[in-house]
Each structure stands twice: as structure tokens, then as C-alpha cells.
């Protein structure tokens, strides 16, 4: 059993940024391929980036070269780094850990970006 627990939303003008983190407990973290999600009013959750148990990364075309994802496995904790925030970014962000048939969510954390 894993707990996520998602921190760092809040609003922000465009053009700012945010650090969102999420802190796991109850595993081994440094197994679980990690993920952030999305989930926009009226809209169906996204992917928008995960990294791996190994390390690598990959993004939704929409973040690219804007969000940054990364983890620390001694501090258990995966964070996403969020630059030159637009309003389509706002939603709520989870996050979610997953190995083998193990699939875990955290509650979310709502960003809005908005002047």
C-alpha cells in the first residue's frame, strides 16, 4: 500500500511558476514509476509527465520545455517543477504512483493560473 500526498497548488499569474510535490509513503518508493496527471472542469484526466524507477522522463506535448518532473528517492517525494504557467494549465494535479498491477492516487492539488 502506498499514500501520495500531493502539496504546492495555489493560483499564480500567467507566466509564473509553481512546485507542486508529492510525498509517498508505506513502500519501497524507489520502485514505482511515478506520474503527474491532470484533471480540467469538464475535461478528462491527462498525463503530464512521468518518470520512471530508472529515471527517465517523458512529457505531454503541451508542457514540454515548460514543466519539469524529477524525484528523490531518500526523501520518497516526486516533484514537478511548473514554468511560464498559462490558463489552460489550471486544474487539478495528481499524483500517481505504479508498479506491476499496484496503482495509486493521491487527492490532488488545485492550480489555478489566472491574472
Known amino acids: 500500500q502506498v499514500q501520495l500526498v500531493e502539496s504546492g497548488g495555489g493560483l499564480v499569474q500567467p507566466g509564473g511558476s509553481l512546485r507542486l510535490s508529492c510525498a509517498a509513503s508505506g513502500s519501497i518508493f524507489s520502485i514505482y514509476n511515478m506520474a503527474w496527471y491532470r484533471q480540467a472542469p469538464g475535461k478528462e484526466r491527462e498525463l503530464v509527465a512521468i518518470i520512471t524507477s530508472g529515471g527517465t522522463t517523458n512529457y505531454a506535448d503541451s508542457v514540454k520545455g515548460r514543466f519539469t518532473i524529477s524525484r528523490d528517492n531518500a526523501e520518497n517525494t516526486v516533484y514537478l517543477q511548473m514554468n511560464s504557467l498559462k490558463a489552460e494549465d489550471t486544474a487539478v494535479y495528481y499524483c500517481?504512483?505504479?508498479?506491476?498491477?499496484?496503482?495509486?492516487w493521491g487527492q490532488g492539488t488545485q492550480v489555478t493560473v489566472s491574472s
Open positions: 500517481n504512483a505504479v508498479h506491476l498491477f499496484r496503482n495509486y
